[in-house]
């Protein structure tokens, strides 16, 4: 098992810095080229930048819980949860299918069941 993760490209946890203005000020952000990705996917799921998400989950978070210590760390636990989230979905939909198809449903995770991709809205997915 420990192969499949020591083999990944060194460029998918190289980090990366962000320079982003969030309430007028301007921020810095660094984070993993891999948690950049699924941020970008979760703003396009939402049909908005990366930048407009961030600011966006900044604010909410404000709004919930206050002051937030460690907010690059906030983000890469955001998309670890946007990505379960959306394995999950995708599994319930799998049996769903499987189900009215009257057939034994095979999880995703053994790699036998193939099918679309069906994901959350990105904020829907975090607000979980």
């Known amino acids: ?9 060194p460029i998918l946890y190289e980090q ?5 203005r969030i309430r007028g000020m301007l921020t810095s952000i660094r984070l993993e080229n891999t948690v950049w990705d ?3 996917e979760m703003a396009e799921d939402e049909g908005c930048t990366t930048n407009a998400l961030i600011c966006t989950l900044h604010d909410e978070i404000l709004e919930h819980r206050g002051e937030v210590s ?8 955001t998309s670890l949860r946007y990505l379960r989230r959306c394995l999950i979905s995708q599994e319930k939909q ?3 299918i499987d189900a009215s198809l009257n ?9 036998t069941h193939h ?4 994901r ?3 904020l829907a997915a975090v607000k979980s």
């Open 16 to 20: 990366r810095t962000r320079s982003i």
């Open 70 to 77: 460690n907010f690059a760390s906030f983000l890469r636990v």
């Open 1 to 9: 098992m420990c192969e499949y993760f020591v083999k990944a490209d």
């Open 38 to 40: 699924v941020l970008a």
């Open 94 to 96: 799998h049996q769903a």
């Open 120 to 122: 959350p809205t990105a």
């Open 103 to 111: 057939l034994d449903s095979p999880t995703l995770l053994t790699g």
């Open 115 to 118: 099918g679309p991709a069906v």
